[in-house]
C-alpha cells in the first residue's frame, strides 16, 4: 500500500506541516501601518490600503458568528450534505467560512467557542486536507 502525500486544500490560507499532521494552521498577513489581521493571501492592507504586510500563523481560536443549514450543495461539493455553514470570528479579528463539523444543528448558537480542524478528502490521485470548524470543548 503506497501511502499518498497529503495536501492543503489552499495552500494560501491553511497551512500543513509534512512531519506533524497534527500542526497544521490558518494563515494570512497582519498590517505593519494600521495592526489589522487579513485571512488569506494580501498584496495590499484591506483596510489602509498599505502595502506593509507580514506573514502570520493564526492560533485557531474563534467564536460562532453566523451559521447557515447549505441542503443543496454548490457544484463541486464533495462533502455530505446537508451540511453546516459557519462564519467564525477568529481571536485575531478575520471571518472565516467553513463547514463545522461534530454538531448538530440544534446545538449551535452564536457565540459559542469553536477550533479548526481538518478533514481529508481521499482520491485515486491526491488525499486533500479540508480545513473545517468544530465547537471548542
Not at 484591506?46 to 443549514?69: E, I, M, R, W
Not at 463547514?99 to 481529508?120: C, N, R
Request: overall charge negative; charged content about 20%; glycine content about 6%.
Amino acid at each position: 500500500m503506497t501511502i499518498k502525500k497529503i495536501v492543503s486544500v489552499d495552500p494560501s490560507r491553511f497551512k500543513l506541516n509534512e512531519v506533524n499532521p497534527d500542526e497544521f494552521k490558518l494563515i494570512g498577513y497582519t498590517c505593519n501601518e494600521c495592526d489589522i489581521f487579513i485571512f488569506g493571501p494580501a498584496t495590499n492592507c484591506q483596510k489602509c490600503t498599505n502595502a506593509d504586510v507580514t506573514p502570520v500563523d493564526f492560533s485557531g481560536d474563534a467564536t460562532l458568528h453566523s451559521y447557515t443549514l447549505i441542503k443543496v450543495a454548490p457544484a463541486g461539493w464533495i462533502g455530505a450534505t446537508p451540511y453546516i455553514l459557519a462564519e467564525a470570528e477568529l481571536s485575531e479579528g478575520p471571518h472565516v467560512l467553513a463547514e463545522i463539523i461534530g454538531v448538530d444543528f440544534d446545538d449551535l448558537s452564536v457565540g459559542i467557542p469553536l477550533k479548526i480542524a481538518y478533514v481529508i478528502h481521499d482520491s485515486d490521485k491526491v488525499a486533500t486536507a479540508v480545513y473545517k470548524w468544530q465547537v471548542s470543548k
